[in-house]
């Protein structure tokens, strides 16, 4: 079946710092994989998307490269801000059908000034 | 405009007793899923809705779950007999599945936390 694994947090950094979060992928098929982003006592939100190889999706400072030969879709932000804490989810979903998606488990990052 | 909105955003029962979760989408959007976010599980699919109609119902965990939607518009997630294990952050999201190009944008609201005592 569909799974994404994603890196265990949390992860507390320092602001202006590099971010990245792993994120690896199982599916078949060809998926669409997704970024998205729960603020503290926000609901979930897409933060960024991409839909075949070698596309990369980027959104407030964030990206992340579709990788079809290492089955990735690693975040990364070049400098991160206090306002960037938050639960990261990696997701999934196939086209056709439900379009349901397949979330990784989180990845809670603290920004500290 | 208008999010998806869920109801109640807290609901605390006693284990053997029925609950209901209500979901409002955004308006016009044919989409509809129900998931489940829970510290040992993570987020999980539960159901699918394409308009009135539920084809894909993989997510759900047991008979004691059920979920119907009328006019293509609220949805409404019941759980029979509730247990502990059913405590968890309930979510709806919503989209509109064409026209367009996939995938589309799920938006979710902000959740109903349930506590099974």
């Known amino acids: 079946g569909n799974s994404v694994t994603q890196m265990e947090g949390p992860v507390t950094l320092s602001e202006e710092a590099f971010l990245t979060i792993n994120c690896t992928y199982t599916?078949?098929?060809?998926?669409?994989l997704f970024w998205y982003v729960q603020y503290p006592g926000e609901g979930l939100q897409l933060l960024l998307k991409a839909t075949k190889a070698d596309d990369k999706g980027s959104n407030k400072g964030f990206e992340a490269t579709y990788r079809k030969e290492t089955t990735s879709f690693h975040l990364e932000k070049g400098s991160v801000q206090v306002s960037d804490s938050a639960v990261y989810f990696c997701a999934l979903s196939t086209q056709g059908g439900s379009e349901k998606l397949v979330f990784g488990k989180g990845t809670k990052l603290t920004v500290n000034p | 405009g208008a999010g998806v909105s869920q109801s109640p955003s807290n609901k605390v029962t006693e284990k053997g007793k029925d609950v209901e979760l209500r979901c409002d989408p955004i308006?016009?959007?044919?989409?509809l899923y129900w998931y489940r976010q829970s510290l040992g599980q993570g987020l999980e699919f539960l159901i699918y809705?394409?308009?009135?109609?539920?084809?894909?119902k993989s997510g759900l965990p047991s008979d004691r779950f059920s979920a119907e939607r009328t006019g293509g518009s609220v949805s409404t997630l019941t759980i029979q007999r509730t247990q502990q294990e059913d405590s968890a952050v309930y979510l709806c999201a919503s989209s509109l599945q064409g026209p367009g190009t996939a995938p589309y944008e799920q938006y979710f609201g902000p959740g109903t936390r349930l506590t099974v005592t």
């Open positions: 809705f394409q308009g009135n109609s539920a084809p894909d």
């Open positions: 308006s016009g959007h044919t989409a």
């Open positions: 599916a078949t098929g060809y998926p669409s």
